[in-house]
């Protein structure tokens, strides 16, 4: 079973980065070229929000509206990859998660991380 977990701290100040990781099991996230490793949020206000995702040779591809703020990269020998999200601020606030998707099926996702609550405050 594949099983993705998020991981980072619950708290980020205002104008600093936020960073955090996915740490997947069940799955490489080096062996496959039909999946994707994604970062979505989910906002009070807003609901739920693409970031990005990153693939199998560590290729990005994030949401423009988010592009200039935000950075994936991998670490194949833990099986993880990893958000940051630079100059924060309180509208960052959501509960942040990784999620597996496939090829050709842009926004579903097959397994998903339980979620991690980041608040952006003072």
């Known amino acids: 079973q594949v099983l993705v977990q998020e991981s980072g701290p619950g708290l980020v100040k205002p104008s600093q980065t936020l960073s955090l990781t996915c740490t997947v099991s069940?799955?490489?996230?080096?062996?496959?070229?039909?999946?994707?490793w994604n970062w979505i949020r989910q906002t009070p206000g807003k609901g739920m929000e693409w970031i990005g995702y990153?693939?199998?040779?560590?290729?990005?591809y994030i949401n423009p509206a988010l592009s200039s703020r935000t950075s994936m990269f991998s670490d194949t020998s833990k099986n993880q990859f990893a958000l940051q999200l630079t100059s924060v601020t309180p509208e960052d606030t959501a509960v942040y998660y990784c999620?597996?998707?496939?090829?050709?099926?842009?926004?579903?996702?097959?397994?998903w991380g339980q979620g991690t609550q980041v608040a952006v405050s003072t």
């Open positions: 999620a597996r998707s496939m090829t050709g099926v842009w926004h579903t996702y097959d397994h």
């Open positions: 069940g799955a490489s996230i080096t062996t496959t070229t039909n999946y994707y």
């Open positions: 990153i693939n199998y040779i560590g290729s990005t």
